[in-house]
């Protein structure tokens, strides 16, 4: 830990707490009276300065925590605190730093020249909207598809104008439901195929709440209507049960798969069930059909269509254009955001492991990583929300090829990563503040255009970096 000191013996003596404790009046309990109700130091130093007795790693926090530090006068907790609770203080501790961080770092400002690690950039706002932008993308003409989650899916012309696609599918906009993503295949110059993500309306549960289902459909556009919709994949009508939460829903097209992400709507323990839909990565052909060499196509009861199992919520998937290779972004619960490399078969552990707590402080496991589960190439703790993610392939920004772009929700920001032999090297915040990034990709001019979403106006922007 950091700068402490002797803890008082009542004070020691008077710890229990149980599993299931908040992670707020634990730290109250325990830490406080030392270090501060704010963190920023007491009788003891400050747990957000980053100035560290340890090497100041969450191992190490963890390690402090249990086992105390005697040239500091620390006492040992790991008698009447569980692994669980540890874990809790940890993020805690993690939240507060940043947030210190966060209110020292400048906000950026829309349409001003800044400098970054590697650019000098600026923004340009392409167009201003009422609703959610939830996804865009380009068709071969430069022209622009957008989703609004509310149902309705517009096309930008690159001369700038706005035209709404009639006959789009019925969706359940309730919650994070809605109209989701949108992608135009790859081969769309010769068969014209946009693929499609959305929630399905599915009555009521039993107790008699709405419920709804992640849908995937394709179509094509013709005189501004959608036409010819094929239904490729959609749950089975025993495992339609999501409530409003996690419907996950990406796309990424490699050769004649087409991959999608259902979060886990909800029910956490689902992740681990290969029997149903939610909380799962799925590959199928772009028909619909399902590929026989799929990780469990002969497994008796299991969901054919599953790639990989124990995904949270992946609501960002991309393939790196040099390499093939398949990633994804996942929310944690509070902290543990996940930056996955997805593999055939391969479960990522949720809820069994995690980096993160509870959304009201308690614990979900101790277990950060677990035999057999695979960790995350990189987390952040706390959250920050991922949402989409892009490999940067365009020519204009010279030195962030390769690069991923990630954007995130809850901080508003974007970040940029550097990997290196599937290893984080760099991650650079390149915008704060301007809103909720939800989605980023690559021009064809080279510029890199994002959806920023204020929420309280229930209004979107689409805007361009640029040279």
């Known amino acids: 830990m950091n700068k402490l000191p002797i803890l008082g013996a009542a ?30 130091g007491g009788m003891a130093g400050s747990l957000v300065d980053k100035e560290w007795l340890t090497k100041g790693t969450d191992e190490a926090l963890s390690n402090a925590i249990k086992q105390g530090i005697a040239k500091a006068g620390m006492p040992a907790f790991g008698g009447v605190l569980s692994d669980e609770e540890v874990r809790t203080l940890v993020v805690y501790i993690r939240e507060a730093g940043a947030k210190i961080e966060q209110q020292k770092a400048p906000e950026s400002q829309l349409g001003k020249e800044f400098k970054t690690k590697h650019h000098t950039v600026s923004t340009q706002e392409i167009l201003t909207t009422d609703g959610i932008v939830w996804a865009l993308d380009f ?11 509310e149902g309705q899916l517009w096309h930008f012309s690159k001369e700038g104008k706005k035209t709404l696609i009639k006959g789009t599918p019925e969706v359940w906009h309730n919650r994070q439901g809605g109209l989701l993503d949108v992608y135009p295949d790859p081969d769309y110059q010769s068969n014209g195929w946009i693929y499609l993500s959305f929630s399905q309306p599915a009555g009521k549960n039993e107790a008699g709440d709405e419920i709804a289902f992640t849908k995937i459909v394709r179509g094509k556009i013709k005189d501004g209507t959608w036409v010819e919709q094929q ?22 097209i490699q050769g004649d798969y087409l991959f999608f992400t259902n979060g886990d709507e909800g029910h956490q323990n689902d992740a681990q ?38 995904n949270r919520n992946p609501q960002g998937l991309t393939i790196n254009p040099t390499n093939g290779q398949l990633w994804s972004t996942e929310h944690g619960p509070r ?30 496991t101790e277990h950060t990583e677990l035999p057999g589960m695979q960790s995350p190439i990189h987390h952040w703790t706390p959250s920050i929300a991922v949402a989409g993610i892009n490999f940067y392939s365009g020519t204009q ?28 090297v760099e991650d650079e915040i390149i915008l704060k503040g301007l809103g909720r990034i939800r989605d980023v990709i690559t021009a064809p001019n080279g510029n890199i255009y994002l959806t920023i979403n204020d929420r309280d106006k229930n209004q979107s922007k689409i805007i361009a970096i640029t040279q």
């Open 273 to 310: 069930d290969i029997t149903t839909q939610n909380g799962k990565i799925h590959r199928i052909f772009k028909d619909g059909s399902i590929p026989k060499d799929n990780p469990f196509y002969n497994e008796k009861g299991a969901q054919k269509t599953i790639w990989t199992y124990g």
């Open 335 to 364: 902290g543990g955001d996940e930056l996955n490399l997805v593999s055939k078969g391969v479960n990522y552990g949720w809820p069994k492991v995690t980096f993160g707590m509870n959304y009201n402080g308690t614990p979900i």
């Open 11 to 40: 004070i020691f003596a008077a710890l229990s707490c149980s599993v299931q404790a908040k992670v707020e009046d634990l730290f109250k309990s325990t830490c406080a009276s030392c270090h501060g109700e704010t963190l920023t």
């Open 397 to 424: 920004f010279k030195h962030w090829q390769g690069d991923l772009f990630v954007g995130s929700l809850a901080k508003k920001e974007l970040h940029r990563l550097r990997i290196e032999d599937n290893k984080v």
């Open 231 to 252: 239904t490729l994949f959609e749950a089975k009508p025993q495992n339609r049960k999501n409530r409003g939460w996690h419907f996950g829903s990406r796309f990424a």
């Open 139 to 149: 068709l071969p003409d430069n022209s622009l598809l957008y989703t609004l989650r």
